[in-house]
């Protein structure tokens, strides 16, 4: 069973829309998550994270946990078309590691 | 701001050549990994390395080896290529926390090698 798992999509949505991301693990004992974002042939790039604390919103952009479920969410407001792009969701397991789902894709249309 | 750079964007290679993809970070960071990424599977994690000449197996291992002589450099290594090693191979580096609980991982360009 993979420990972190994401829609592959792609999740489309209009601009200007909710684009709404989420991603389950399997191992409780996560303490920190994390949203990356890569476009098409370059590498990833961190635009989230959050502890099992709390949520978190940075600009147009707010990361939900749900310990209970184990499932985090990536909230996009207000998309554009400049966030179409696949976005990963990686969980810390302990020592040093993540461990990386396979990604959601998202198109946001003009 | 933090600098990963891999020393090749781009790599055409033939089976059975050897094979070195370099890494360099310029952030003092412990820890340093090397990945690969390939469609509908997502980052794969092939080894780790947490200090100088330290290493650790990820899940994916077989077929490669590392080098980390230097904090700063962490060398993937492909004894003899094969054409399923076709692949974006991505490096990444964070900081040693104490706790575990918080290492935002970055990322390097990537290279794309191809094995013909």
């Known amino acids: 069973q993979k420990e972190v798992e994401q829609n592959s999509g792609p999740l489309s949505v209009p601009e200007g829309a909710i684009a709404s991301l989420n991603c389950t693990y399997s191992d409780r004992g996560s303490q920190s998550f994390f949203w990356y974002r890569q476009y098409s042939g370059k590498s990833p790039e961190l635009i989230m994270f959050i502890y099992s604390n709390g949520d978190k919103e940075d600009g147009r952009f707010t990361a939900q946990l749900n310990k209970a479920s184990q499932y985090v969410s990536l909230l996009i407001r207000d998309s554009q078309p400049s966030d179409s792009a696949t976005y990963l969701c990686?969980?810390?397991?302990?020592?040093?590691?993540?461990?990386f789902g396979t990604g959601t894709r998202l198109l946001v249309s003009p | 701001d933090v600098k990963v750079t891999q020393s090749s964007r781009y790599l055409v290679k033939r089976t059975g050549e050897k094979v070195f993809l370099e890494c360099v970070q310029d952030m003092d960071h412990e820890n340093m990994f090397w990945y690969r990424q390939d469609p509908g599977l997502g980052l794969r994690l092939i080894y780790f390395s947490y200090d100088v000449k330290m290493k650790e197996k990820g899940d994916i291992p077989e077929g490669y080896s590392v080098s980390r002589e230097k904090k700063e450099r962490f060398s993937l290594i492909l004894e003899s290529a094969s054409t399923n090693q076709t692949s974006m191979y991505l490096c990444?580096?964070?900081?040693?926390?104490?706790?575990?609980?918080?290492?935002?991982?970055?990322f390097g360009p990537g290279t794309r090698l191809t094995v013909l």
């Open positions: 990686a969980v810390n397991t302990g020592f040093q590691k993540l461990v």
């Open positions: 990444a580096s964070s900081t040693l926390t104490g706790t575990g609980s918080y290492n935002e991982q970055f």
